[in-house]
């Protein structure tokens, strides 16, 4: 891209003077990155969003902003952030579409769409944070939980009017402004995932359907919310939260009602046997880190999978229907690795030899291996 094409324009931040003097940059959003940031530019990139803002006009927007007694940078939140406002001319941002689908064989295809988009004269708030810095490279998790929580921040006070709808995030260049999209952000399917069809589970799907169409309000409503919130799971990249709370909707209930359920279904003595035995002693300890210390769980795809058949016995029960041992099922199966609930790992020596292999590599080109997948 040339500095025409991303030439920004009518860019303000706080402390600036009021719109009457609002500055034009001249040049790419590059222009806009604190110059402290960076020693070698030609080396380093930043993590940008771009929002729209909505309802308030440009002048508006920019003579409140610029009373703002200080700025985004400023803000002692972990990492330097840089907070800009304004229009931009002939901008063409990169789109990165990835469609997952199988062949008529089954075979999974992984399509990767690149195009670009010219964004219109509108207003639009500029989000970023420093990516690889002086040619050490960053992590993108990261760079992304920090503008989450800096939006957090910004947007409980202002309204999400102000950064509406994310239509760019990814990763520019601190020289001349290029810019590239995220290569992650799907979650990778895996055969040991399924799908599963036998018919056995057709039947089980119309009998639950049946059930809850029998069930009465408000427990018909309560049990519709934690499927829904067990889909919304199952999508996300980071679910862990969405599922745990699936359970607890499926209950009506917190930790001891789900063992309590869980000691019920596989008739376990006591509540504590069943936390143990069901892995759920270890998935409330990942619940209280989480929210208590914000340390998010990685979700292997084996656990995940554990998850929704742990929400199939508890939704069974809650329908009053024969338990399938759903769960109990999958602890015995050869295939799955459990370990990180601190139940077993039944995966063959061809599993962990390949998973060694996938680890190896990984190391060798200096890439975490700690992910979902496996």
């Known amino acids: 891209m040339t500095d025409d094409e991303q030439a920004t324009k009518d860019a303000a931040a706080p402390g600036a003077n009021a719109s009457k003097a609002r500055p034009e940059v001249t040049g790419g959003i590059e222009a806009l990155i604190p110059p402290e940031w960076f020693s070698d530019r030609a080396n380093s990139s930043i993590w940008m969003r771009i929002h729209t803002c909505l309802f308030t006009p440009l002048d508006a927007v920019t003579d409140a902003f610029a009373q703002w007694e200080h700025g985004a940078h400023a803000l002692p939140l972990g990492a330097p952030t840089m907070l800009a406002i304004g229009t931009v001319r002939d901008f063409k941002a990169p789109v990165q579409a990835v469609d997952i689908y199988s062949q008529v064989s089954g075979q999974v295809v992984v399509a990767l769409n690149v195009s670009e988009k010219v964004l219109p004269d509108a207003i639009f708030v500029f989000l970023a944070t420093p990516f690889a810095v002086d040619g050490v490279i960053g992590k993108e998790a990261a760079a992304k939980r920090h503008l989450d929580l800096v939006a957090a921040l910004i947007c409980a006070h202002t309204g999400r009017n102000f950064m509406w709808d994310c239509i760019f995030e990814g990763e520019m260049s601190a020289q001349d402004g290029k810019m590239s999209v995220p290569g992650e952000g799907n979650k990778m399917p895996q055969p040991i995932a399924g799908p599963f069809l036998g018919k056995q ?158 680890e190896d590599m990984a190391r060798s080109q200096g890439v975490s291996t700690d992910t979902k997948t496996q």
């Open 201 to 358: 589970n057709g039947m089980d799907v119309a009998e639950i359907a049946q059930r809850l169409k029998d069930t009465p309000e408000p427990k018909k409503g309560r049990i519709q919310l934690a499927l829904r919130l067990l889909n919304g799971a199952m999508r996300e990249n980071e679910g862990f939260l969405e599922y745990w709370t699936a359970l607890e909707v499926v209950c009506d209930g917190k930790t001891n009602r789900i063992k309590d359920r869980i000691a019920q279904i596989y008739r376990v003595k006591s509540q504590q046997d069943a936390g143990r035995l069901s892995g759920l002693t270890a998935l409330s300890v990942w619940r209280g880190e989480y929210v208590h210390k914000g340390i998010a769980p990685k979700l292997t795809t084996d656990v995940e999978r554990y998850l929704e058949l742990l929400f199939l016995d508890l939704l069974r029960y809650e329908l009053g229907l024969t338990p399938r041992g759903h769960a109990g099922g999958m602890q015995q199966a050869k295939g799955y690795d459990l370990s990180p609930l601190g139940l077993a790992d039944n995966r063959t020596e061809e599993q962990r030899a390949a998973r060694r292999a996938m």
